[in-house]
């Protein structure tokens, strides 16, 4: 069975600092995951996806298949990063599989 | 991005009756739409998998009579919450995917008296 697994709940980052979400997942299959962002009062919409290694926002996320994880980096938060972010994991049966969400919180 | 739609936004209601929800894809066609349910402070968890005329795929655990789920179009799903109880109260969030990615509604707050 997949699971996928963000560790914090709450992070709370001064604006200009570095910030990492952390996720970790578990799947039997080849992996295909993705971050979602969810700002205050708007739909969850897709940050990023490993498959395309692109920079949006100034995020960046690195699968790593030996430690599992496909942690979420920006070298320098800003206010209007604050928001809910969700790691998901598309498995083979097409279905996202989302982790439990965390919330950031870039301190002015 | 795609724009994918739902209705109502929030929903009232007492406890028996039953409550639909309509999920559209306004700028493209959707062959699969999913259903997802939120509780407050968790995260998303995937209740079905609609696929447009044919029968929806429920998840382990999600009944399939009290959560009923019709794909009539390519641009519409409906989730109809019947007999609703107060344990039914939820948020719950319709997607839609194209070639570019899986596109989400902003979620129908659902609450049962």
């Known amino acids: 069975a997949q699971r996928v697994t963000q560790p914090e709940k709450l992070l709370s980052v001064f604006k200009g600092a570095p910030v990492e979400l952390k996720c970790n997942y578990s799947?039997?299959?080849?992996?295909?995951l993705f971050w979602y962002v969810q700002y205050s009062r708007q739909r969850l919409q897709l940050l990023l996806r490993?498959?395309s290694r692109e920079s949006i926002k100034g995020f960046t996320a690195d699968l790593n298949k030996g430690e599992t994880s496909f942690h979420l980096k920006k070298p320098f938060a800003q206010e209007e990063d604050s928001a809910m972010y969700y790691c998901?994991?598309?498995?083979?049966?097409?279905?996202?599989?989302f982790g439990t969400g965390t919330r950031l919180t870039v301190i002015p | 991005g795609a724009v994918v739609s739902q209705h109502p936004s929030r929903v009232i209601c007492k406890s028996g009756t039953s409550v639909k929800i309509e999920c559209r894809s306004l700028?493209?066609?959707?062959?699969?739409m999913f259903w997802y349910r939120q509780f407050p402070k968790q995260s998303l968890m995937l209740m079905a998998t609609?696929?447009?005329?044919?029968?929806?795929?429920?998840e382990q655990g999600v009944e399939k009579d009290k959560f009923l789920i019709n794909h009539a179009s390519l641009t519409l799903s409906t989730l109809t919450v019947t007999s609703a109880h107060p344990e039914d109260s939820s948020f719950y969030i319709c997607?839609?995917?194209?070639?570019?990615?899986?596109?989400f509604g902003p979620g129908t707050r659902l609450t049962v008296l």
């Open positions: 609609s696929n447009e005329g044919s029968k929806a795929t429920y």
């Open positions: 997607s839609a995917r194209d070639s570019l990615g899986q596109f």
């Open positions: 490993h498959i």
């Open positions: 998901a994991l598309l498995t083979g049966a097409n279905n996202l599989f």
């Open positions: 799947y039997s299959g080849s992996p295909e």
């Open positions: 700028d493209f066609q959707a062959t699969t």
